[in-house]
């Protein structure tokens, strides 16, 4: 609202579209001058109104004739003798204009047609080269998936025999030298060892117990006669058949 003036003394103006009096509002204050409408609908009109009448003029201002302007300006100043002259100048003119517009309508159909044949030799070859790739591709995923398909059964083949050496391993059937271990001196594969010491050398070795005879004289804790003797514990197989 413009400072000093009351509300029953703004500023009034007519609306240009519903002939309607409208006052002075807060968003005008810079516009005021412009405004013209009292609201976006009379304003939209007003816009298709204008919109309208250009389009109407614009189509009566076209020539249908475009050589007649080129005859008004030739006939301007000469005499009525020389008409036969100005009609044989506007028919060369046409025929010139003719045809230059088929020359150059020739040249442009003849690049048109040459760079379809282009598009359709680069289409063709595109074509071939997405075929190789993808026969190339198949061939390349097969093979994986082959073998990814050959892992998969050897993990399941391994994970049934396992679970069938359990098995026959509860029932009493299964492998007696399975978990068996050798023994440091005589290599043979027994289910008990018996750790301890033999040697200067102080190293631990797991000997059976025919090899811990001769090692400890048959006594646990060792004798007299065989003083580098220790004894350190036994390892018995908990697979082992019973």
């Known amino acids: 609202m413009p400072r000093g003036v009351k509300k029953e003394n703004l500023p009034v103006k007519t609306c240009t579209v519903c002939n309607r009096p409208f006052t002075w509002r807060k968003k005008w204050e ?3 001058d412009e405004v013209t409408t009292c609201s976006k609908s009379c304003n939209r009109k007003r816009k298709e109104k204008n919109r309208q009448l250009s389009k109407s003029t614009g189509a009566s ?3 249908a004739d475009p050589f007649v302007a080129i005859r008004e300006n030739i006939n301007i100043g000469c005499p009525e003798s020389d008409n036969e002259d100005n009609e044989l100048l506007l028919n060369n003119i046409g025929d010139i204009l003719k045809s230059d517009f088929v020359n150059n309508t020739e040249q442009l159909l003849n690049s048109i ?3 379809m044949s282009g598009m359709e030799e680069a289409n063709m070859l595109e074509e071939t080269s997405k075929k190789d790739g993808t026969y190339a591709q198949d061939d390349s995923s097969s093979s994986e998936s082959d073998g990814i398909t050959d892992a998969k059964a050897r993990r399941k083949a391994e994970k049934k025999r396992k679970k069938a050496e359990r098995r026959a391993q509860r029932e009493g059937r299964g492998d007696p030298t399975a978990g068996q271990k050798q023994c440091t ?3 043979k594969s027994v289910n008990l060892l018996i750790r ?3 040697d200067r050398s102080g190293e631990w070795a797991m000997v059976c117990g025919k090899c811990w005879n001769d090692v400890s004289g048959g006594v646990v804790d060792g004798d007299d006669s065989h003083p580098y003797y220790r004894y350190g514990g036994l390892w018995k197989n ?3 058949q019973t």
């Open 30 to 32: 810079k516009v005021w």
């Open 61 to 63: 201002s076209e020539v």
């Open 113 to 115: 047609c040459t760079d």
């Open 185 to 187: 001196l005589c290599a």
């Open 196 to 198: 301890c010491q033999h």
């Open 238 to 240: 908990r697979r082992a």
